[in-house]
């Protein structure tokens, strides 16, 4: 795992074992949902930590590094379905892509101005939170 939410949540934070990012929709509407593997003392404070990694992007953009293995994550996300997604920005653009033909030359659209965007756009909708924890 590379992304941006990875490196914040689990490398600098310590927040989380892993997480996982799950696109998901109906018709016209569209869930994405952050699933993180961490301890019950530490679970309250993720929600913050992504917040403050969306508002980052959407401040900032990403490295060109970055922004390269989105490309190719992309590529590979939508034309092999396989590739599990460590971020929100990474899934929504596999998602926006629909036809296989149009994904080479949109993937190698994305940039900066349009992942910033993307941030900004999934920090101005609602959001819900909720808590799962294991049966004692």
């Not at 003392?41 to 970055?66: M, N, S």
């Amino acid at each position: 795992m590379w992304g941006p939410f990875y490196k914040e949540l689990r490398q600098e934070q310590h927040l989380c074992y892993g997480l996982n990012i799950v696109l998901g929709g109906l018709g016209n509407q569209a869930t994405l949902g952050l699933s993180v593997d961490t301890s019950p003392d530490l679970i309250r404070k993720v929600p913050d930590a992504y917040r403050k990694v969306l508002e980052t992007i959407a401040d900032k953009g990403l490295t060109d590094h970055q922004i390269s293995l989105i490309r190719s994550k992309i590529l590979s996300t939508a034309l092999f379905t396989s590739s599990i997604l460590d971020d929100p920005i990474t899934a929504i653009a596999a998602c926006e892509m629909v036809d296989k033909i149009e994904i080479f030359r949109q993937a190698s659209q994305v940039d900066n101005k349009a992942l910033k965007a993307v941030a900004a756009y999934i920090l101005d909708q609602p959001q819900l939170v909720s808590y799962t924890f294991p049966k004692k």
